[in-house]
């Protein structure tokens, strides 16, 4: 994780001029970035004059592109003391993982009976990719092939409303998957997914799903343990 002792601005690139509302979508879209990479850490107050000298541009679209923001749950208003970023709430972790496994054990549970010589193709050739990533300690590069691990199963059980759906609280979990990538944690993701690879491989619907389970319980366990150590970055 990168460290806001160091600058946290410094990702931020100096746009250039244009109409007011594009320069908004502009600021908003380069501090979500930098809010989910957490390059602008939980818990730290912004400084807007240091974002309009580094984005070369006026308050207004700082503010405003702050203001979306703040909607999305990423920042939110201090009164008298200023914006700072959101504290990741694992109360709402918690509500994104149990949607996820919700939806998600009961597709891989109809998968195991149902999944075509394709998707195991697709899945297996996925894993070997992850491996290469491991054993390469190429962190963005796994979270990618992570992403498209579950995307394969989901595209595979073909109801676009779950997609759609499992795909917001995905991305609710953003920053707090940026927390859990280290290469021990990557290690053990995946071999959970091969453990639900093999389960569905197996044809065998209740393994699929009791890994897919235990897969996704690993993510707030993980983050339980991180809280304690970075208590600052979260909110219970």
């Known amino acids: 994780m990168k460290s806001a002792a160091a600058d946290p601005y410094g990702a931020l690139q100096k746009l250039q001029g244009g109409e007011r509302s ?3 979508d502009a600021v908003a879209a380069a501090l979500r970035e930098a809010i989910v990479t957490l390059a602008l850490e939980p818990g730290m107050m ?3 004059q240091a974002i309009c000298e580094r984005m ?12 979306r923001l703040a909607t999305a749950g990423l920042v939110e208003v201090l009164p008298q003391r200023g914006t700072r970023v959101k504290p990741i709430v694992i109360h709402d972790i918690r509500q994104h993982l149990f949607i996820r496994s919700a ?7 109809g998968l195991a009976s149902t999944c075509s010589e394709a998707t195991l193709a697709a899945l297996a050739a996925n894993l070997e990719k992850q491996r290469e990533a491991v054993t390469g300690g190429l962190r963005h590069e796994f979270h990618l092939l992570d ?17 759609e759906i499992v795909a917001t609280s995905r991305g609710a979990l ?8 280290s290469p021990e944690r990557q290690i053990q993701t995946l071999a959970e997914h091969v453990r639900i690879f093999e389960a569905i491989a197996a044809r ?3 393994a699929a799903a009791r890994a897919m389970h235990g897969h996704l319980d690993q993510v707030v366990a993980e983050l339980q343990r991180f809280a304690g150590e970075r208590p600052g970055l979260f909110e219970a």
């Open 147 to 163: 992403l498209a691990f579950h995307e394969i199963l989901l595209d595979a059980i073909d109801l676009p409303r779950v997609k």
């Open 174 to 181: 953003d920053r707090a998957r940026q927390l859990l990538g």
């Open 103 to 109: 939806l998600e054990v009961e597709a891989v549970r």
């Open 56 to 67: 070369g541009v006026s308050r207004f679209p700082v503010s405003a592109a702050l203001a």
């Open 204 to 206: 065998d619907a209740e």
């Open 46 to 48: 912004i400084d807007k």
């Open 22 to 24: 594009s320069l908004t």
